[in-house]
């Protein structure tokens, strides 16, 4: 029996001195760091924070301390580190339907189905599936909070607290703006822009999840088998093409449009998107992980990602459901060959390299945008390429001058993406160019 805690819910509160946390986040503070950049101390206070995990505070405190060495280093560590548990866990506690069921919320990150920082910071510290307030519960809650969501409204990308948490929503002023289909509860979603890459962060988060736990239990237990079904179904749906086989339009499961005056912020034909050719593999996307809308709706990094998590969640399925999992892993088998087939392009300076998304009918764009997946992030999403020289190609090119958003300036090199406009290099992108290069004299030099 997973447990969370002894109430059957927890709204995290903290000290009404507290002040908010990006105002604070845009001042300095004392004491500075001793090496000799002086660093300030950006973590907020104990009773400033909205979660603690004993685990963490041992790691942080006792293990990094003494193994860093360097007292700069270590304070950038202290600020950035448990940053993620800090500032965004908002409420736990468990389903109001079964008291076995661990939920959590947290602002954007879970939210918004942006998983990276919660499944991605904790990676080198053994999680257990056995403690109340360890790292593996916030996974829990999490991953069976997104079950909900999912099962609920595949195709929305932002959700209201849950019920049981009773937190005040947010309030949308763009929501009379958009019309989109199919129809979803305002009250239960906060925004409905459907984008692959949100899917394959669930799956993400569940695989990070089982690979350092190999709790094999949880998965069957709630919502997860019933999430990957809806998962499935809207990829059968967005595997269709713009027209049927013979010639005729078909309206898409999913048309989104808002009344904008920017491009990126709506999508063309009336809510349906540039067409697109159907059943060569790839599953479409109206959205970017920025939440722009696609050019051309085959975004390839998404396509990427999730035939990766898609092959690794199949391990978690097999005992549970062999034919789900065979099917999740055809899926996977198929986006993978539709990647080979039709985003390999050949560029005049760099070679063969990936697009950023194609239509399928030999239409594509080439760009990068700092937010992952990306087609930098390639390596760290996990997708394995069938030539390793074309992703060599693909990150010579993201790189450099003939990258529509790549940024270059006295301070920062990095791409950005279209969300802020040419010029506005995003430090994501750097971070994600470090993480992903072998060159120590690159990763020195960006540092």
Same mark, same amino acid.
């Given at each position: 029996?997973?447990?969370?805690?002894?109430?059957?819910?927890?709204?995290?509160?903290?000290?009404?001195?507290?002040?908010?946390?990006?105002?604070?986040?845009?001042?300095?503070?004392?004491?500075?760091?001793?090496?000799?950049?002086?660093?300030?101390?950006?973590?907020?206070?104990?009773?400033?924070?909205?979660?603690?995990?004993?685990?963490?505070?041992e790691l942080i405190y006792e293990e990094m301390n003494q193994a860093t060495g360097d007292p700069d280093l270590y304070r950038l560590f202290l600020n950035t580190w448990p940053n993620t548990v800090d500032t965004t866990v908002k409420w736990r506690g468990v389903s109001a339907d079964n008291a076995d069921e661990e939920v959590q919320h947290a602002t954007k990150f879970i939210q918004y189905l942006l998983t990276y920082d919660l499944a991605g910071i904790y990676y080198h510290r053994k999680i257990s599936p056995s403690e109340e307030n360890d790292i593996?519960?916030?996974?829990? $809650? &999490?991953?069976?909070?997104?079950?909900?969501? *999912?099962?609920? @409204?595949? %195709?929305?990308?932002?959700?209201?607290?849950?019920?049981?948490?009773?937190?005040?929503?947010?309030?949308?002023?763009?929501?009379?703006?958009?019309?989109?289909?199919?129809?979803?509860?305002?009250?239960?979603?906060?925004?409905?822009?459907?984008?692959?890459?949100?899917?394959?962060?669930?799956?993400?988060?569940?695989?990070?999840?089982?690979?350092?736990?190999?709790?094999?239990?949880?998965?069957?237990?709630?919502?997860?088998?019933?999430?990957?079904?809806?998962?499935?179904?809207?990829?059968?749906?967005?595997?269709?093409?713009?027209?049927?086989?013979?010639?005729?339009?078909?309206?898409?499961?999913?048309?989104?449009?808002?009344?904008?005056?920017?491009?990126?912020?709506?999508?063309?034909?009336?809510?349906? $998107? &540039?067409?697109?050719?159907?059943?060569?593999? *790839?599953?479409? @996307?109206? %959205?970017?992980?920025?939440?722009?809308?696609?050019?051309?709706?085959?975004?390839?990094?998404?396509?990427?990602?999730f035939s990766r998590y898609l092959t690794a969640c199949a391990k978690i399925m097999r005992p549970l459901d062999e034919k789900l999992a065979k099917e999740m892993e055809a899926l996977a088998f198929g986006i993978e060959v539709g990647i080979n087939k039709h985003a390999i392009i050949q560029h005049p300076v760099f070679g063969e390299m990936f697009a950023y998304e194609i239509d399928g009918f030999g239409g594509y764009n080439i760009m990068d945008d700092a937010n992952l997946p990306s087609l930098l992030s390639i390596p760290h999403v996990g997708f394995k390429p069938a030539s390793q020289h074309i992703y060599g190609n693909t990150r010579a090119f993201v790189l450099s001058s003939y990258s529509p958003y790549y940024a270059q300036g006295p301070v920062l090199n990095a791409t950005g993406g279209p969300h802020l406009g040419p010029g506005m290099a995003w430090p994501m992108g750097l971070i994600v160019r470090l993480m992903t290069s072998d060159d120590n004299e690159e990763i020195v030099d960006g540092i």
């Open positions: 029996m997973y447990c969370l805690l002894t109430l059957t819910t927890s709204i995290i509160t903290v000290s009404a001195n507290c002040p908010n946390y990006e105002q604070f986040a845009r001042q300095q503070h004392e004491p500075l760091s001793e090496g000799r950049f002086a660093f300030p101390l950006q973590r907020p206070s104990k009773d400033c924070r909205t979660h603690s995990v004993p685990a963490v505070e593996a519960s916030l996974f829990r $809650g &999490a991953i069976n909070l997104q079950a909900r969501y *999912l099962t609920n @409204s595949p %195709f929305c990308n932002a959700f209201h607290p849950p019920h049981e948490a009773k937190l005040r929503r947010t309030k949308r002023s763009l929501q009379p703006r958009d019309t989109v289909t199919p129809k979803y509860d305002p009250d239960f979603v906060y925004e409905c822009k459907y984008e692959l890459d949100s899917l394959a962060a669930f799956l993400q988060l569940s695989w990070d999840y089982y690979e350092e736990t190999e709790d094999s239990e949880f998965s069957g237990k709630f919502g997860w088998v019933e999430a990957v079904k809806k998962i499935l179904k809207v990829a059968e749906h967005m595997q269709e093409g713009t027209y049927d086989e013979q010639g005729r339009i078909q309206k898409p499961a999913y048309t989104w449009l808002r009344d904008s005056d920017s491009a990126s912020e709506t999508v063309s034909n009336h809510g349906h $998107g &540039a067409p697109v050719k159907g059943h060569i593999g *790839l599953v479409r @996307s109206f %959205f970017r992980p920025s939440d722009d809308s696609c050019i051309y709706q085959y975004f390839i990094p998404a396509n990427m990602m």
